[in-house]
């Protein structure tokens, strides 16, 4: 019975989740503080959603808790640099091909 209300607009939201789960986080480093953090997407979906808002922000909202929870890809960070602040450093979000899709 869910389903029958399920919207194009709610499936987007899920496919943008579960995109943002997927993909790698790099934390970029200049000596011991991020100025940037690159997302890399293993396929071309992303695109196809960047017209809609909400699927957008909720991408956006898991890449910014995976990067809050340190989930980053091929780097060791030190503990003690768990207070690095990651606020206000760009995040470009790559394709498959390394295309740059989308940044905030």
Not at 17 to 45: K, M, N, R, T
Not at 63 to 74: G, W
Not at 86 to 103: D, E, I, W
Request: aromatic share 14%.
């Amino acid at each position: 019975m869910c389903a029958l209300f399920r919207t194009a607009g709610s499936d987007a939201v899920d496919a943008c989740q579960l995109l943002a789960e997927c993909a790698s986080i790099e934390p970029v480093l200049e000596g011991c503080a991020y100025i940037g953090f690159i997302v890399q997407l293993h396929d071309f979906e992303f695109e196809r959603y960047l017209p809609l808002r909400e699927a957008v922000s909720r991408f956006v909202y898991i890449i910014e808790k995976r990067i809050d929870a340190q989930d980053f890809s091929c780097l060791y960070i030190y503990p003690a640099s768990s207070k690095l602040d990651t606020t206000g450093k760009p995040r470009v979000v790559f394709n498959a091909r390394g295309r740059v899709v989308y940044k905030w």
